[in-house]
């Protein structure tokens, strides 16, 4: 029972590089979303889809792309890199939730570290 | 904006101790609740949440009080145990958003002999 799965786990940058940050889930979830982590910072929602074929921007999207061709997959791709990019990065996924009140539990995949020298 | 605030940074509690994390939120529209727990290298896990029609939910040594007159809710550990420490993360979110989670700073706990 794999889960969220990212890949890769760490990767180091170059300032303008450009790179993919792979996520897939094995559950089945309409949801999935990506976000940042940053010291003191909590995290904070780039960008999160509700079902393939849409995606929609969160709370800090610029630099970053996604799309979602299939349930499984969400990947995000950084366009050119920025040292202010530097962060851990989750992929989450879940049920849709259903009525006022209820959500659903959000599963968080293990990271990605980038660091963009 | 910060749209979920979370109190205290960093927290030091002894074994058996209560330890207690507080949030407080902005916005109205807000109708899920729950905290989160990350271990060192891990994303982070649900613990437990509430729903604004609760005042507190139990959960083994976990209870969540939600105060919804005051914007605010706290986590509290019972019988706190050093494998309790972690990072916990507060969030909100409104229902049927696409895990749209509002994330609190996080407190970092440590549960020392």
């Known amino acids: 029972n794999a889960g969220v799965t990212q890949t890769p786990k760490f990767q180091v940058l170059k300032t303008g590089q450009s790179m993919t940050l792979q996520c897939a889930q094995d559950?089945?979830?309409?949801?999935m979303s990506w976000y940042r982590q940053d010291p003191g910072m909590g995290l904070r929602l780039i960008h999160y889809?509700?079902?393939?074929?849409?995606?929609d921007q969160g709370e800090v999207p610029n630099g970053y792309n996604v799309s979602r061709s299939t349930t499984e997959d969400f990947p995000l791709r950084l366009l050119s890199a920025a040292p202010s990019q530097t962060s851990v990065y989750f992929c989450?996924?879940?049920?849709?939730?259903?009525?006022?009140?209820?959500?659903?539990?959000?599963?968080f995949g293990e990271g990605s570290w980038l660091t963009v020298v | 904006q910060q749209q979920v605030k979370q109190s205290p940074q960093s927290l030091i509690v002894q074994k058996g101790g209560i330890s207690i994390i507080n949030c407080a939120y902005e916005?109205?529209?807000?109708?899920?609740f729950p905290w989160y727990q990350q271990f060192p290298g891990k994303g982070p896990a649900l613990l437990i949440a509430?729903?604004?029609?609760?005042s507190e939910k139990k959960e083994g040594r976990f209870t969540i009080s939600f105060n919804k007159s005051a914007k605010q809710f706290s986590l509290h550990i019972m019988d706190s145990q050093p494998g309790d420490s972690a990072t916990y993360f507060c969030?909100?979110?409104?229902?049927?958003?696409?895990?749209?989670?509002?994330f609190g700073t996080g407190t970092r706990l440590q549960v020392t002999l």
């Open positions: 989450a996924s879940s049920y849709h939730s259903m009525g006022s009140g209820t959500g659903n539990t959000i599963y």
């Open positions: 559950m089945n979830h309409e949801y």
């Open positions: 889809s509700v079902g393939a074929g849409i995606t």
């Open positions: 916005n109205t529209a807000f109708d899920y």
């Open positions: 509430i729903r604004p029609d609760v």
């Open positions: 969030a909100a979110s409104i229902s049927g958003t696409a895990s749209k989670l509002t």
